[in-house]
Structure formats: C-alpha cells, structure tokens
Nanobody, 118 residues
Framework: QVQLVESGGGLVQAGGSLRLSCAAS????????MGWFRQAPGKEREFVAR???????AYAESVKGRFTISRDNAKSTLYLQMNSLKPEDTAVYYC????????????WGQGTQVTVSS
C-alpha cells in the first residue's frame, strides 16, 4: 500500500509559478511510475505529466514547455514545477502511482487546489 500526500497548491497570478510536491509512504517509491493529473470544475480528470522509474518523462501538449515533472527517490517525493501559469491551469491537481507491471495508476493522492487568476 502506498499513501500519497500532495502539497504546494495555492492562488497565483497568471504568469506566475508554483511547485507541487507529492510525498509517498513506503519503501518502493523508486520502482513506481508516477504521474500528475488535474481536474477542473465541470471537466473530466486529465493527464498532465508522467515520470517513469527510470526517469523518462512525458507531458500533455497543453503544459509542454511550461511544466516540469521530477522525482527524488531518496526522499520518496514527486514534484511538478509549474511556470508561466495560465487561468486555464486552474484545477485540483492529483499525483498517482503505478505499480510495476500494472496497466493503470493504482494509488492516488487527495489532491491540491491550484487557482490562477487573470
């Protein structure tokens, strides 16, 4: 079992930056693929970024070049650096963990609110 706790959300003006963190419990963090997702009011949850256990990354087109996903396996922590924020980035952001061999994300955090004002 893995528990995920996000932090770092808040209110920021358009063009500003925030860094989200996701602290994971357990000793197997380094073996998990990790992802960030977001859900805006009235919309479906959508993929934001992913980092594999080997470090390779992937991003949604809407955030490419502005967001950076990273991980610190020694601290069992996932990060999302968000720059040049836009009002359309406003959402609840969730981190998720995918067990080796799984075809889905198995564990989810409770989410952290990001609000970008224009």
């Amino acid at each position: 079992q893995v528990q995920l706790v996000e932090s770092g959300g808040g209110l920021v003006q358009a063009g500003g930056s925030l860094r989200l963190s996701c602290a994971a419990s357990g000793r197997t963090f380094s073996s998990y693929a990790m992802g960030w997702f977001r859900q805006a009011p009235g919309k479906e949850r959508e993929f934001v970024a992913r980092i594999m256990n080997g470090g390779s990354t992937a991003y949604a087109e809407s955030v490419k070049g502005r967001f950076t996903i990273s991980r610190d396996n020694a601290k069992s922590t996932l990060y999302l650096q968000m720059n040049s924020l836009k009002p359309e980035d406003t959402a609840v952001y969730y981190c998720a963990a995918q067990q080796p061999g799984s075809d889905k994300y198995n564990y989810w955090g409770q989410g952290t609110q990001v609000t970008v004002s224009s």
